[in-house]
């Protein structure tokens, strides 16, 4: 079992941008799949995006294409999400997920480790 932790999130205008990162206690390892999920308030989890540490394969949902892009940082050893063009509706707490996995996971039901979330603001 891995401990995340999510950083950047903050309070931004419409239109602005913000980059999270997601750290793992001891790093992340071949065979994970990391992925980024929000919980807009009052609504429920979904997914953004996921990316696999060994081949940096990556998988969007289909609000984040074109706007957010996810990536691996082996230097910094960190999975992170760069935001752009951010909108009132990108409101939501960010959450950073990790499990072992083939495969590229979509559901929240699939991942067995996560962080206790940052939160995300967009200003209109």
């Known amino acids: 079992q891995v401990q995340l932790l999510e950083s950047g999130g903050g309070l931004v205008q419409a239109g602005g941008s913000l980059r999270l990162s997601c750290a793992a206690s001891?790093?992340?390892?071949?065979?994970?799949?990391v992925a980024w999920f929000r919980q807009p308030p009052g609504k429920g989890r979904e997914f953004v995006a996921a990316?696999?540490?060994?081949?940096?394969?990556?998988s969007s949902s289909d609000s984040a294409k074109g706007r957010f892009t996810i990536s691996r940082d082996l230097a910094k050893n960190t999975v992170d999400l760069q935001m752009n063009s951010l909108k009132p509706e990108d409101t939501a707490v960010y959450y950073c997920?990790?499990?072992?996995?083939?495969?590229?996971?979509?559901?929240?039901?699939?991942?067995?480790?996560w962080g206790q979330g940052t939160q995300v603001t967009v200003s209109s």
């Open positions: 990316v696999k540490w060994s081949s940096e394969n990556t």
């Open positions: 997920a990790a499990t072992p996995s083939f495969a590229l996971l979509i559901t929240s039901e699939g991942y067995k480790n």
């Open positions: 001891g790093g992340f390892s071949s065979g994970y799949v």
